[in-house]
């Protein structure tokens, strides 16, 4: 089983940035693709990040330039930078691990960015 951990979450002011952590424990070596979605109040969840295990990316359009996936495949880390931030940015980030079988979801995350 593949157990994630969020963190980095918080309180910022529009302009600022944040850096959330996802840390990966147990069978970590059948994950390939990892990324960050987020909920905000009222909405569907949607993709932020997704990064591969080679080190793919892909952003979603909106925070494309202000956010930054990268992973570290020996701590079993996958980490989110962001920068420039936005209100509409405020939601429960979740970290997301995609391996053979169901997905593996994090406990979620607040970023909350006041204008």
């Known amino acids: 089983q593949v157990q994630l951990v969020e963190s980095g979450g918080g309180l910022v002011q529009a302009g600022g940035s944040l850096r959330l952590s996802c840390a990966a424990s147990?069978?970590?070596?059948?994950?390939?693709?990892m990324g960050w979605y987020r909920q905000a109040p009222g909405k569907q969840r949607e993709l932020v990040a997704v990064i591969t295990r080679g080190g793919s990316t892909n952003y979603a359009e909106s925070v494309k330039g202000r956010f930054t996936i990268s992973r570290d495949n020996d701590k079993m880390m996958v980490y989110l930078q962001m920068i420039s931030l936005k209100p509409e940015d405020t939601a429960v980030y979740y970290c997301?691990?995609?391996?053979?079988?169901?997905?593996?979801w994090g406990q979620g995350t607040q970023v909350t960015v006041s204008s």
């Open positions: 147990g069978s970590v070596f059948s994950i390939n693709v």
């Open positions: 997301k691990a995609q391996r053979p079988g169901p997905d593996i």
